[in-house]
């Protein structure tokens, strides 16, 4: 599976009956409860956020991501917490004074529409919770600004302060906790727990059409906790928002299938195959105005009863995919080919495309003897970037990995199970994941990957590739390091 990474466009915290503006705070604090003896809101808090989903939709208009071949796509929602890292913050107080969170739930609920009308909203300009201008009269990080808690910019209001009333006591035009859609709730033992919510279904129905005029979503304690009275502490649990100088602004995770697993030179009877078909125009991938059908022949010329107008799928932008299962052994190894029909691009009816395979005796797939296989020693080279290479963050690039046994020069290895894994590094022994381990895809000619640096921040990546063979799972580490630069 491989991912794309959405980020929000605006958020911002609003705080319990208060005009204050927290927008751009590199922190998101979620609190509830009271304290009397210091100074800092009451209450509680909410946060609200927007997604930016242009990208993954034009990659979805394009085929680039596809569901085609039955397998949906995944949406998770992630945020750092930002007492991940050391377990002592463990019910510890902050520089506040308040106190962190444990043993509570947060949910994610979408921003309600009114008289079946969005309540767009704006982000606000606002960092600080107080005004220290008395103190410091250049301070401009306070604002009171729209949105909070009371407005969503500066013409209109929120149908109900907040949002939603968490006590259900609104009537008419206002918004209720019941009412209001929950997408998903997560609890929080410890309170060091990344946010992980689940997005799937409400992602899925915006990008069909079937969910429109959303707004955003937001996130908050549930009512029972907010309402708690008599508390004489407050709680707070804080992840890292958009505006942090870390590596780890929040998004949406989507994960979706593209991997390649090309049978064509490794074509078996009896088994479950593969075949594919790569479609481009001047060199660059383009999809037929249709998935085209399949038909296999044999070596005089004949249709193979029962794998005629096979079905295919798009796998990914220009890759079409079908699967050509239990073939019988008559004849074998001997010549097939594989015709594909229905052809056209942009109304251009094209000529049929035919393809051989050679269909193998199953029984070649397995080696069986007196002695054990030892475990492969490998190396890699790679092309589509280069090591220590400064990659523009607008640049799409295919990575061919060319595996060859070790210590020789052209041994080149086409049918193994390898796999890659992307991160980043902080400070001298923590990797911080991008992309967990994915099957690299294989095609006739060779090993690939597609590094989209569309969706990655701005860093220094490293690239790490796993071989599987006999009993043995061999990680190669840092085999190729490049940065992700900013275009301006």
Request: charged letters at 20%.
């Amino acid at each position: 599976m491989s991912i794309h990474k959405s980020y929000f466009n605006k958020s911002n915290t609003i705080v319990y009956n208060s005009y204050t503006n927290t927008a751009r705070n590199p922190i998101v604090e979620l609190f509830f409860g009271k304290v009397d003896n210091i100074q800092i809101p009451k209450g509680f808090s909410r946060y609200i956020f927007d997604i930016d989903l242009t990208l993954l939709q034009n990659k979805i208009s394009d085929g680039v991501i596809s569901s085609d071949c039955g397998v949906g796509l995944t949406h998770t929602l992630r945020m750092k917490n930002t007492s991940s890292f050391d377990q002592e913050l463990i019910n510890d107080t902050t520089s506040t004074g308040r106190r962190r969170a444990t043993s509570f739930d947060l949910i994610l609920f979408r921003i309600p529409k009114v008289n079946n009308q969005p309540q767009t909203w704006d982000t606000g300009v606002g960092y600080d919770y107080y005004d220290f201008t008395v103190k410091i009269e250049t301070d401009k990080s306070f604002s009171q600004r729209p949105s909070n808690w009371y407005q969503r910019n500066t013409l209109l209001n929120w149908s109900t302060n907040g949002i939603y009333d968490n006590q259900n006591s609104q009537t008419g035009t206002g918004v209720n906790y019941s009412a209001i859609t929950i997408v998903d709730t997560q609890h929080f033992e410890f309170g060091n727990e990344d946010i992980e919510f689940n997005m799937t279904n409400e992602i899925n129905s915006i990008l069909s059409g079937s969910l429109t005029g959303v707004v955003g979503w937001g996130i908050a304690f549930l009512p029972q906790l907010e309402n708690i009275t008599g508390l004489t502490e407050n709680y707070s649990v804080g992840f890292f928002s958009p505006h942090t100088q870390t590596f780890y602004e929040p998004y949406l995770e989507t994960q979706y299938y593209d991997l390649i697993l090309d049978d064509r030179n490794a074509f078996y009877c009896e088994n479950d195959n593969n075949l594919y078909l790569y479609v481009y125009e001047e060199g660059v991938p383009i999809n037929f105005d249709s998935n085209p059908t399949v038909d296999i022949i044999d070596s005089n010329g004949d249709a193979v009863a029962g794998f005629t107008n096979l079905p295919t799928c798009l796998v990914t932008e220009g890759v079409y995919k079908v699967e050509v299962n239990n073939m019988p052994c008559a004849g074998a190894p001997c010549l097939y080919f594989d015709v594909w029909k229905g052809l056209s691009i942009n109304g251009v009816p094209l000529d049929d495309q035919e393809n051989e395979f050679a269909l193998l005796v199953k029984k070649g797939k397995y080696n069986v003897g007196s002695t054990t296989e030892n475990p492969s020693i490998y190396g890699f080279e790679f092309s589509g970037i280069k090591q220590n290479e400064k990659v523009l963050n607008n640049d799409v690039r295919k990575v061919n990995v060319t595996i060859k046994k070790a210590f020789t020069s052209n041994e080149v290895l086409n049918r193994v199970q390898a796999f890659y894994r992307i991160y980043v590094r902080e400070g001298a022994n923590t990797e911080v994941q991008v992309q967990d381990w994915t099957r690299i895809s294989r095609t006739p000619d060779g090993h690939y990957f597609v590094f989209d640096t569309r969706d990655k921040i701005p860093n220094e990546y490293f690239v790490d590739i796993k071989v599987r063979t006999d009993r043995n799972i061999e990680t190669f580490k840092r085999e190729l390091q490049f940065m992700v630069v900013n275009k301006k």
